[in-house]
């Protein structure tokens, strides 16, 4: 089962895969707290699925102890509040690199959890580190692919050049029925947007 919480000034989507008692959370957002401790009520949270290091999609891991996936070229944004955007906000950031058990992804890693079994596919252009992780026929897309849009490349490390090719990537390696759960508004799928997304 996939849920999707929406937090923090940005509307980020933070999504729950469940399967009996256990969960993968992907994208903890702002103002994460009190989704945080309905969802450790409601499920074992067995790892954190972070698609890139811009803190409206990190800040939430300061309220869970489990393995977090990040992309290595995003390591940097973990301890860099300008990178991370943190800076931009006059925040900083809320939690310490030391205090977590990463597990750094790359291009077509893949793993089981709770019953299911992922694939990451490296996905540069918002960030360098960016990644987009998919189990079935799902596709979570962090802020590479979004509903008839695609991600910013103004921020640090963004590149409009990486972002085009890996969105030319998706398209190329997801079929039609594939259902993709982006980082901001609604959920779409690879045929809707091959079809009618202008960055396609």
Known sequence: ?????????????????SNHGKCVI?????????????????????AILLTHGHMDHIDGIRYFDCPIYIHEKELDFLTDSTLSL????????????????????????????IGYHFKVFHTPGHTKGSVVYA????????????YLSAGRTDFPTGSSKDLKRSLQKIIQIFPDSTEV?????????????RKHNPYL
Request: hydrophobic share 35%.
């Open 1 to 17: 089962m996939i849920e999707k919480i929406v937090t923090g000034t940005f509307f980020t989507n933070t999504y729950i895969i």
């Open 26 to 46: 992907v994208d903890p957002g702002l103002d994460f707290k009190e989704a945080a401790e309905e969802l450790k009520r409601q499920y074992e949270v067995v």
């Open 86 to 113: 943190y800076h931009m906000m006059n925040r900083q950031i809320p939690f310490s690199k030391a205090d977590y058990h990463w597990i750094l992804v790359r291009d077509e890693m893949e793993f089981d959890l």
């Open 135 to 146: 189990y079935g026929n799902k596709l979570f897309s962090g802020d590479t692919l979004f």
């Open 181 to 193: 759960y982006p980082g901001h508004d609604q959920k779409t799928t690879i045929q809707f947007e």
